[in-house]
């Protein structure tokens, strides 16, 4: 097919831009066509079709178009010319190959995985046990020797934030508080004697009975029936309470008696063997430095330590605001039982103090005292405050925590909590509604016939068994029901009391 046998050339219906075109689209399938034998077009040049639209009449009436079935559109053969694109391969079969080849492989061999896995497992855990049994020989082996003292961090030390969860309260308030009047108390304990040697007279066979060494002539040689005798609730309790003889130890000088006795409250610490610093107290009123008294006991292996590191107290004993109190002679070996004597007997120290506070020596006491008996005695109406263990509930679960880090030994614990088993000491982790296990780094109480014989009573069981006094403290709130009032405040209560310092150096044991 040509534009000669189309006729165009003189047709008045075509113009020249119309010829002009025709040429280009030409010259294009010329070049795009595959064969050019069978599916040519005549050449006719752009020039030949506009001289000849040039030199023919502007307008004619006849249009020839021969058209031959025998060669195909124009557009068809611009279409058939274009060369198709090849697919690409999709390469997602090689991708999911691998996943898929593992899998197979993984179920093929899973169990020879499994024994190998178990295998590592038995022979890491074999090599754990092994090194564990080298580093016990190697610290057997060792001498006793004295562990240098470790410094912490005071990072804590003097900080006075205000508290979260102790509700005191305002400062203008608290320099006018003062102690409430007394009242007729309804308790069914109205006076508790304290057996010494004197009205009780102790028979040396009956030693044979008690089945430990750590009676003695402070504490008395009390018997089991005694011991049973003492939890029963009569209107005057008779119980064995420390200071059985003069003889016993823990002697104090007449200057401090005298100085002690004057104390309407107290608020109480103590470092024997050279162990803690002494923190001064912070955050008290005025008031509360008039009406509260500061006593720290120390025994004469601390007053050495103290003053190679320069703490000296001065004419009057004091040191800051506290007032050091030495304590000769005491009465056991075991430096932790001795301070229970200071944190349980204060009743016995300080005769007519009506109310006390005890703060470990880890700690530094940050709060007003009369602040701190408004908030936890007087406003609930309570006679004891204690905090409640921050890590467990129950007396059992204590026990063994106590084992397992070395603070008694198996067998001391052992018996101490059979014994608690054969009287009947439920495994309950919540008693009278709170949790059934304590921590008395802070103790807030009333001297009251009743809290005075509690005290009395958790001190010889912490004699008779383990010096850890969180073990025997519930076993003794469980005999003696009469004590209902008791305050048990949160731990966070007792972080807004202290400052914890930790203890800074390992007291030394009398020889």
Not at 474 to 496: A, E, G, Q
Request: charged share 25%; hydrophobic share 35%.
């Amino acid at each position: 097919m040509t534009f000669g046998s189309l006729g165009l050339f003189g047709s008045p219906c075509i113009s020249q831009p119309v010829y002009s075109s025709l040429c280009r689209i030409q010259s294009r399938f010329q070049h795009s066509t595959e064969s050019n034998t069978t599916r040519s077009f005549n050449r006719v040049s752009c020039n030949q079709i506009d001289h000849r639209q040039s030199s023919l009449p502007m307008f004619n009436n006849t249009l020839s178009l021969p058209v031959t079935d025998d060669q195909p559109d124009e557009f068809a053969s611009k279409m058939r010319s274009r060369p198709r694109r090849k697919r690409r391969k999709s390469d997602f079969r090689g991708r999911t190959e691998l996943p898929n080849r593992t899998c197979k492989q993984l179920t093929r061999w899973w169990p020879l995985l499994l024994f190998l896995t178990a295998l590592l497992l038995l022979a890491f855990e074999a090599s754990k046990i092994g090194w564990r049994s080298k580093t016990n020989k190697s610290e057997l082996q060792k001498p006793n020797v004295v562990v240098s003292p470790v410094k912490k961090s005071e990072t804590n030390l003097n900080r006075l934030d205000a508290p979260r969860c102790l509700k005191l309260l305002p400062p203008e308030e608290l320099q006018h508080l003062d102690f409430p009047v007394n009242k007729d108390s309804s308790d069914p304990i109205k006076k508790v004697i304290y057996l010494s040697e004197s009205n009780a007279p102790y028979d040396i066979n009956s030693q044979q009975e008690l089945g430990t060494t750590r009676f003695n002539l402070f504490t008395g040689f009390q018997t089991f029936h005694q011991r049973e005798q003492s939890f029963k609730v009569n209107e005057t309790a008779s119980v064995h309470c420390g200071f059985y003889s003069e003889d016993g130890g823990f002697t104090i000088s007449n200057e401090d008696k005298s100085y002690m006795q004057t104390c309407k409250s107290v608020v109480s610490t103590c470092a024997f063997g050279g162990g803690d610093n002494l923190y001064q107290p912070i955050g008290m009123s005025d008031t509360s430095l008039q009406k509260v008294c500061y006593v720290a006991f120390w025994d004469e292996i601390t007053l050495a330590t103290q003053k190679e590191q320069g703490h000296v107290f001065n004419e009057d004993r004091f040191i800051g605001k506290w007032r050091i109190v030495i304590v000769k002679n005491l009465p056991f070996r075991d430096q932790r039982l001795n301070g229970k004597i200071p944190k349980m007997l204060a009743h016995r120290l300080f005769p007519n103090a009506r109310y006390s506070i005890w703060v470990d020596s880890k700690s530094q006491f940050r709060r007003d005292p009369l602040g701190v008996f408004e908030a936890l005695l007087w406003r609930s109406k309570s006679v004891l405050a204690i905090s409640v263990h921050g890590a467990r509930s129950s007396v059992y679960d204590e026990a063994k925590a106590v084992v397992k880090k070395n603070k008694a030994t198996p067998e001391e614990v052992k018996v101490q909590i059979t014994q608690y088993h054969q009287d009947g000491l439920p495994e309950d982790k919540r008693f009278n509604g709170n949790k059934a296990l304590n921590e008395a780094s802070v103790i807030v109480r009333e001297h009251t016939p009743v809290t005075n014989l509690f005290m009395c009573l958790w001190f010889n069981e912490v004699v008779r068994f383990t010096s850890r006094d969180q073990l025997s403290f519930p076993y003794v709130l469980w005999r003696l029901k009469v004590l209902k009032n008791i305050n048990m405040f949160p731990v966070c209560t007792r972080k807004d009391l202290v400052n914890s310092m930790g203890h800074i150096r390992k007291a030394k044991p009398l020889g």
